[in-house]
C-alpha cells in the first residue's frame, strides 16, 4: 500500500459539513451532489444561450493506466463518479486507488494505492470502481472507499495518507463481519459507501452466475468513521427468530447469499436514515432452493444510520426469478401530493417502475397493486402467485412484448421480425424463465440491464420533476440442467440474457430505444418522453423513411439536473450501416430543456463516458466532470485511456463587456 502526497499545501479546509440541501453550494460533496440523490445543482452560468461553447478545459489519465502490475490484472472500464470539494476532486480508478485532482487544473495533488489487485480479479466485472465518499466533522477529513479486497479504507482528505487511528493503520477487514464463513473470491466492493452523520454505511458485490445455492451473503455492514469500529449489520436475509425469516422456507437462509447492495445507497442525514437497495438472491433466475418470498431481497429497507435497525421495507419483486434487483440509489424529493406536503423517496427499477413512497412512513404515495403473473412450469420452482405494480406513476419504458411490438417501418421488415420472434415465446411481465427441454426459450423485456440502470434518476428539488433515463432492450433466457460435479442447483441459466436482434441487424421491437421521461411527482403523471440518442435512423432498410431520433440503447446514460438544463450523457453512435464509410457521432453529454424534453444539442466528449456526470464551480467558473474510456487500454488493446475530463466555458466568454 502506498500513497503519494504531491502538494502538502494543497487540502485548505474544505468548509462545514455536508448536508441533506441539494446543489447550494457550487460543491459536489456525494456520489449525487447530496445525500438525497438528487444530481441536482443551483449552478446556471452554463445555459442553453451559451452550452455550445462549453469545451475540455483538462484531462485527468487515470493513475491505474500507468500502474505496473501482472498482465493478468485487466483494467475495467473508468466508471468512478467524482466528488468535489473546496476546489478538489476527487476520485476512484478501476483499481480502487484514490486520487486528489486539483479542480481548476487537473494536477494530481496526491494518490494512493491500496494494491488491492494483489488478491485477485474481484467477483462479477472484475476491475472497476464506481467512487468514494467523504466525510468531515467540522476539523478533520476523510475520504472512505471499500476496495476490490474487500477492506474499507480510511485516507486524510489534505494529504492521502491512512488514517491510524481508523481499524488497524486506516483500514477495516469487512468480510469477518458477514458472520459467516464465505469463499471471499466470491465476494469484493466497487460502489462508493453511504456517509450518515459520523457513520459509514457500505454495500458489497457478490458473485453472480451462481452454481450453488451457498453463496456469500450480502449483509450490510456499518462502521464508526473516527475509529473504524463495527457500529452495526443488517441482515438483508433474515436469520433465526429475525422478522421476515419464515420466507426463505426450509431454513433457507441459512446457506443462501447475494440480496446484497451492489449499487449506491441514499441517505437523509436530517431524519438519521439510510434507505437500502437490496437486491436478488442467489441464483439470480432460480429459486427452487430458496422458495418463499424471499425478505429482504428485491426491496427497500429504511434503516436508522445509527443502530442499523429497520424502520419500514417494502418488496418490489416477491421471490426475484429475473435478475430485477433495483439497479441505484433512491432519490429523495419533497412535493404536494393532494394538498398534503410529503418528504417522499423514490426508486426506479430494472422493471421500468417507479415506486413513490412516504419517506418517514414508508407508505405508498399511490396505490400499489398485487397481480396475478405467470407461474413457473421449471420441476420444483414456486414463483410467487403475484407481483406489485404501482398505479402510477405509469410504467417508463417497454414492459412484456407481443408481436404488435415488432418493429413494424417496411412490411418486409414486419416479416422478418415476425419469423426471428417465432423462435422465442413472447411473454408479459414477470413470466419465469423456462426450462430449455420444456419449449422455447423467453424473450425478457426489460432484460437484466432495465429499464433503468445504476446511473439511476434525477429530480429537481424546485418543481418536484423526476427525469429518469431508460433503454430497451431484449434478451432471451432459459434454463438448463447443470453438471451435477459443479453445482447443487437443479437448473442453472443456459441463456443468460442473449441479446435478441431484429432484422438485418436492427432492433426487434418499435423505438425507442434510449429514452427520457419527465415524471410530476405531485401527480405521478407523466409530462413528457423522449428518445435520448440517433439511434440506427441512417440504416440502409429504414434510412430512406427520415424517421429522426430513435433513441440509443445504452445502460449508462447518466442525468444531471440545473435551474434551467437538464444534462444526459451519451456513448459514441454508429452510422447503423456496417458497409457505410459514415463517421460515427461521437459521444456527447446531450443538453435538453428540462420543462418540455427538447434536445437542444450535445457537448461533444473525447471519449465514452462510463458514470454519471458531475457539476461544480472553482473560482467563480462552473464545470462539469465526467469518467471516460478505460476497459483493457495498456495490456493489449481493446480500450482507450481512462480519463476525467473537466469541460467549462472558455476564460474569455466569462469577462465582463463595457
Not at 199 to 213: C, L, N, Q
Not at 563 to 580: I, K, N
Not at 620 to 628: E, M
Request: charged share 20%; with cysteine.
Amino acid at each position: 500500500m502506498k500513497f503519494v502526497a504531491l502538494v502538502a499545501s494543497a487540502c485548505a479546509f474544505a468548509g462545514p459539513p455536508v448536508t441533506a440541501q441539494a446543489g447550494t453550494t457550487g460543491d459536489w460533496p456525494a456520489f449525487g451532489g447530496d445525500p438525497g440523490n438528487s444530481k441536482y445543482s443551483t449552478l446556471d452560468e452554463i445555459d442553453r444561450s451559451n452550452f455550445q461553447d462549453v469545451e475540455v478545459v483538462w484531462r485527468w489519465r487515470s493513475i491505474a493506466a500507468d500502474t505496473e502490475v501482472p498482465s493478468s490484472v485487466r483494467r475495467g472500464q473508468f466508471k468512478a463518479i467524482p466528488l468535489e470539494v473546496g476546489g478538489r476532486v476527487f476520485v476512484s480508478t478501476s483499481l480502487s486507488q484514490v486520487a486528489a485532482i486539483d479542480a481548476g487544473s487537473g494536477r494530481t495533488l496526491w494518490s494512493y494505492d491500496p494494491e488491492s489487485w494483489r488478491a485477485g480479479r474481484p467477483a462479477n466485472l472484475g476491475f472497476h470502481h464506481r467512487g468514494v465518499a467523504w466525510w468531515t466533522d467540522g476539523e478533520r477529513e476523510r475520504i472512505l472507499i471499500p476496495t476490490h479486497d474487500r477492506r474499507l479504507v480510511s485516507l486524510d482528505a489534505r494529504t492521502g495518507a491512512p488514517d491510524p487511528g481508523f481499524g488497524d493503520s486506516g483500514a477495516v477487514e469487512m468480510t469477518p463481519h458477514l458472520g459467516r464463513e464465505v469463499m471471499e473470491r466470491l465476494t469484493t466492493h466497487s460502489s462508493p459507501p453511504a456517509v450518515c452523520g459520523n457513520t459509514v454505511i457500505v454495500g458489497s458485490i457478490v458473485a453472480d452466475f451462481a452454481t450453488h445455492k451457498e453463496a456469500p451473503p450480502g449483509f450490510v455492514r456499518a462502521y464508526d468513521i473516527p475509529t473504524g469500529e463495527l457500529a452495526w449489520v443488517f441482515h438483508t436475509i433474515p436469520q433465526n427468530d429475525e422478522l421476515g425469516v419464515e420466507t426463505w422456507e426450509d431454513e433457507s437462509w441459512r446457506y443462501s447469499g447475494n440480496t446484497n447492495v451492489w449499487s449506491m445507497i441514499t441517505v437523509d442525514e436530517e431524519a438519521g436514515t439510510a434507505y437500502l437497495p437490496v437486491g436478488t438472491p442467489t441464483n439470480d433466475l432460480y429459486g427452487g432452493h430458496r422458495l418463499g418470498d424471499n425478505l429482504y431481497a428485491e426491496s427497500i429497507v429504511a434503516v436508522d444510520c445509527e443502530t442499523g435497525q429497520r424502520q419500514w421495507h417494502y418488496q418490489f419483486v416477491h421471490h426475484g426469478l429475473w435478475d430485477y434487483d433495483p439497479p441505484t440509489a433512491p432519490n429523495l424529493f419533497e412535493a404536494t401530493v393532494e394538498g398534503e406536503r410529503v418528504r417522499g423517496v423514490v426508486q426506479v427499477t430494472k422493471q421500468a417502475f417507479a415506486f413513490v413512497f412516504d419517506r418517514v412512513t414508508g407508505k405508498p404515495l399511490w396505490e400499489i397493486e398485487e397481480r396475478e403473473v405467470t407461474p413457473s412450469d421449471v420441476p420444483g420452482e414456486r414463483a410467487a402467485p403475484t407481483q406489485p405494480f404501482p398505479t402510477r406513476p405509469a410504467p417508463f419504458d417497454r414492459q412484456g412484448i407481443t408481436e404488435d411490438d415488432l418493429i413494424d417501418w417496411t412490411p418486409e421488415l414486419r416479416a422478418e421480425a415476425i419469423e426471428i420472434a417465432a423462435d422465442y415465446d413472447l411473454v408479459p411481465l414477470y413470466t419465469p424463465p423456462r426450462f430449455e427441454e420444456s419449449g422455447k426459450p423467453t424473450i425478457q423485456l426489460p432484460a437484466d440491464g432495465g429499464g433503468a440502470n445504476w446511473t439511476g434518476a434525477a429530480v429537481d428539488p424546485e418543481s418536484g420533476i423526476l427525469y429518469v433515463v431508460s433503454h430497451t432492450r431484449a434478451a432471451s433466457v432459459s434454463l438448463t440442467r447443470p453438471d451435477p460435479n459443479r453445482s447443487d442447483l437443479n437448473f442453472v441459466p443456459d441463456r443468460w440474457y442473449a441479446t435478441v436482434e431484429g432484422p438485418r441487424g436492427l432492433p426487434l421491437v418499435k423505438p425507442p430505444y434510449g429514452r427520457i421521461t419527465a415524471i410530476d411527482l405531485s401527480t405521478g403523471d407523466h409530462l413528457w418522453m423522449v428518445p435520448h440518442g440517433r439511434g440506427p435512423v441512417n440504416h440502409p432498410a429504414i434510412a430512406h423513411l427520415e424517421l429522426g431520433r430513435l433513441g440509443q440503447a445504452n445502460h449508462t446514460a447518466a442525468p444531471l439536473v440545473t435551474p434551467t438544463l437538464l444534462f444526459v450523457t451519451a456513448s459514441r453512435e454508429h452510422s447503423g450501416d456496417p458497409e457505410s464509410d459514415e463517421p460515427d457521432v461521437p459521444p456527447e453529454i446531450s443538453v435538453y430543456d428540462k420543462k418540455t424534453g427538447e434536445y437542444l444539442g450535445g457537448i461533444e466528449l473525447p471519449d465514452t463516458p462510463n458514470s454519471n456526470l458531475i457539476t461544480y464551480e472553482h473560482e467563480g467558473r462552473q464545470y462539469l466532470a465526467v469518467a471516460t474510456g478505460g476497459g483493457r487500454f495498456g495490456i493489449g488493446g481493446g480500450g482507450t485511456p481512462p480519463e476525467l475530463v473537466a469541460l467549462a466555458l472558455p476564460a474569455a466568454l466569462k469577462e465582463p463587456t463595457s
